[in-house]
């Protein structure tokens, strides 16, 4: 019995890892959450080691309260699972911040529109992107904001979601 249910086993593994032709098949999804910002994170198709959120001094931040003419940065570690196309990769980075009423006050489709030779894996293995707390934003405000990475060549990404008070 024991020996029969291994082979169900491996043969079911078979089917999924041939089931698309062994092509665009990715186990690889999950979500992080910082439980002192209230980050979350969540991944499909990438795999991803850690992502931070970091002050304008590069410290890893303990809330989400973020003091009005500063920044902060969301940093992705140890991403891999790009598609490699002539040994490069091609990450796309997205940002939105929304205000409570769900107005845009920043909005970037690509900021790195600029990189279309594309890049080694090794260099995409790690990506930040950073936000700008100023004008428009008010003092005592809340802010939502999307950060998204995903692969120019592929279907894979990372979303990061956030709120945050500027104090």
Known sequence: MKRLTSAIFVLTLAWLLTACGGKGVSFSSGVKKDFSTGASTRYEGFDLEDVSL??????????????????????????????????????????????????????????????????????????????????????GSIYHCTMRIYDKKGKSEIVTELDFTVK
Do not use: C, H, R, W
């Open 54 to 139: 970091v002050d304008g001094n590069n410290e890893v931040m303990s809330s989400s309260e973020i003091p009005l003419n500063s920044s902060f940065s969301i940093v992705y570690n140890g991403i891999t699972g790009y598609t490699v196309e002539n040994e490069k990769v091609f990450p796309g980075l997205s940002l939105q911040v929304t205000d409570s009423a769900g107005q845009a006050v920043l909005n970037e489709a690509d900021l790195f529109a600029n990189y279309t030779e594309g890049v080694s894996a090794q260099d995409a293995s790690v990506l930040t992107g950073t936000v700008t707390v100023g004008d428009p934003m008010k003092a």
